[in-house]
């Protein structure tokens, strides 16, 4: 009598031991916790034929929430009115909006354009087309909506940088390129009187 | 009766329950820093990639900044392997005759995808997110590595769950000023005599993070 419930008290032993020693293991291929039938963002996928988990949207699909604003507001999403290019920023300019748009600049448009927008970045000097710096009389000239247009459409060997750069953040480029072209092209008579003297002192 | 076992079984008996005690342990201790080694792990080897893209090229030498093609990293989960668009930004007009870029080109040609081989891959059960790391001041160097210094990726951090808790029970050893995350080298930019654990401190307190609820479960497995 004593002998089975011995007997069965260590085979229930046995398999606990079993259980808790096993627990850990991925047997049954294809069923792993670690490995489940959902996709992350890029992941490879057998479901469609291009062996995309992130798809396309089709051509004319019409966003909801926040980019369906932005799309409605028109100015804004193309930097075009009637046709014409925009020439005011449609939206608030401070000191944040700029260092905000010096900080996207320098990731996406200095390796070629150069930090100070002279248009000698480093890919240019490893033998990229060279672009017309932004300190012309004729890029200077050119509205507001022409510079968001180019980072939205691309321009010549320029490709687009929609993908990357978010419709404000491109307002902020643009915030930011106008304030380069001020700082190389200030007219003498609008600096303080004494940075105006030591300029004046040294040009003699 | 006679006798089954000769009078040395006893010595054997009581040697054999040692010998079973340090097979234990030695089984434990293997098993200890099996699961540790590079073997398992994958820590710093490279695996071969349909074409060879070297960080070390595109971040020491051209200077590109991690965002202009990791351009997910600060608002989502996922970092973003770049798209082939984004190569041909540049090499549509540079080393176009390039053997090397030869998948490159015919990716974007024939419009399909890249197959990189990953590297960094969290089990399924785990949730993280690069922004909320990236935005409270954890480098890109502190979990990746010298990525600068790489001609192919590798990890440099096993990915282990001890090795998320490490840091999550005491960030302050390895947080830098929000504006450092993307730096590679930072500690050698740190002032001489300056005590980083005594900034990290004030840093911690500075982005609000709460360190005791960090290492609930629940924080990860979700």
């Known amino acids: 009598m004593s002998k089975t419930v011995n007997k069965s008290l260590f085979g229930i032993t046995l398999l606990i031991f079993l259980a808790l020693l096993t627990s850990g293991c991925d047997l049954i291929p294809g069923r792993h916790m670690r490995d489940q039938p959902k996709l992350k963002p890029l992941a490879a996928s057998t479901l469609f034929d291009n062996r995309r988990a992130s798809q396309i949207p089709p051509a004319n ?63 240019v000097q490893r033998g990229f087309k060279q672009p017309n710096s932004f300190h012309t009389d004729q890029v200077r000239s050119q509205p507001d909506g022409y510079f968001y247009d180019v980072m939205t459409n691309g321009f010549g060997v320029m490709y687009s940088y929609a993908a990357r750069v978010h419709p404000e953040d491109r307002w902020a480029i643009v915030a930011y390129i106008r304030a380069l072209q001020f700082s190389q092209n200030v007219p003498l008579d ?9 300029i004046e002192s040294l040009v003699e | ?67 202009y093609c990791h351009t997910s990293v600060e608002e989502a989960a996922s970092a973003n392997i770049p798209p082939t668009e984004t190569c041909m930004t540049c090499h549509s007009q540079i080393w176009t005759d390039a053997p090397m870029l030869e998948p490159v080109r015919v990716s974007w040609r024939d419009n399909v995808s ?7 891959d969290l089990a399924d059960f785990v949730y993280f997110n690069h922004s909320i790391h990236v935005n409270k001041g954890i480098g890109c160097e502190t979990c990746h590595g010298r990525v600068d210094n790489m001609a192919l990726p590798m990890k440099v951090n096993t990915l282990q769950m001890e090795w998320c808790l490490e840091c999550h029970r005491n960030p302050a050893k390895y947080i830098r000023p929000t504006d450092e995350v993307f730096t590679m080298g930072y500690a050698e930019t740190v002032p001489a005599g300056h005590d980083p654990l005594v900034e990290g401190h004030e840093l911690v307190a500075q982005y609000g993070i709460e360190v005791g609820r960090l290492d609930n479960c629940s924080i990860c497995h979700r």
């Not at chain 1, 014409?84 to 600049?105: H, M, T």
């Not at chain 1, 609008?190 to 030591?198: A, F, G, H, K, Y």
């Not at chain 2, 890249?114 to 960094?120: K, Y």
């Open chain 2, 114 to 120: 890249l197959e990189w081989e990953r590297l960094h």
């Open chain 1, 190 to 198: 609008s600096l303080p009187t004494e940075d105006r003297q030591q």
């Open chain 1, 61 to 123: 699909t019409v966003p909801r929430g926040e980019w369906y604003e932005f799309m409605s507001d028109e100015p804004f999403y193309t930097g075009r009115q009637n046709g014409e290019f925009i020439d005011i920023i449609p939206i608030e300019v401070n000191r944040e909006v700029l260092l905000r748009g010096q900080e996207r600049f320098n990731i996406y448009c200095s390796p070629c354009h150069g930090l100070v927008g002279n248009g000698q970045g480093m890919v």
């Open chain 2, 1 to 67: 009766m006679n006798q089954i076992f000769h009078p040395s079984a006893n010595v054997i008996a009581k040697a054999s329950i040692g010998v079973l005690i340090v097979l234990v342990g030695v089984l434990s201790v293997f098993l200890y820093f099996f699961v540790r080694s590079s073997w398992m792990t994958g820590v710093n080897i490279s695996e071969p990639q349909p074409v060879p893209f070297s960080h070390l090229h595109h971040v020491r030498q051209v200077g590109l900044d991690c965002r």
